[in-house]
């Protein structure tokens, strides 16, 4: 099951847009931004999921995806769900990976259960 933020990050962050440079060039921006809300508020769906598969007896573990390897705030991310795992769901296994290695082992083994 994949649980996704659409709300935030780089779907509503600002500055954004299309512009044109001095050279004729073109250049699209997008400015990805989160806060602390926004991340604990996806990452306890998935937990919360995980619990309920958990008790269902299907796995129930959460893999939280994001760019901390090259983005700010890809490392808030990962701090912000390990902090909130720490504190509030110590019971549901969690591990971190990037997003490019996520999309490869998703093409490499897509019935891969963990």
């Known amino acids: 099951m994949i649980v996704r933020e ?3 990050g780089v779907y509503f962050g600002e500055p ?3 512009e044109t ?3 004729g060039e073109r250049r699209g921006v997008n400015t990805q931004v989160y ?3 926004e ?3 996806i990452a306890r769906v998935a937990f919360e999921l ?3 598969r958990k008790a269902a007896g299907l796995p129930g573990s959460v893999t939280s995806v994001e760019k901390a390897n090259v983005m700010e705030s890809g490392q808030l991310w990962r701090e912000e769900v390990q902090a909130l795992h720490d504190a509030d769901y110590a019971d549901v296994p969690l591990t971190h990976m990037y997003a ?3 999309a490869m082992q998703l ?4 019935n891969n259960s963990t």
């Open 6 to 8: 659409l709300t935030g």
């Open 16 to 18: 954004r847009g299309i």
């Open 21 to 23: 440079l001095a050279n």
């Open 35 to 37: 806060t602390t809300h």
């Open 39 to 41: 991340i604990h508020r």
């Open 50 to 52: 995980a619990r309920e």
């Open 100 to 102: 490019d290695n996520c």
């Open 107 to 110: 093409l490499k083994s897509p």
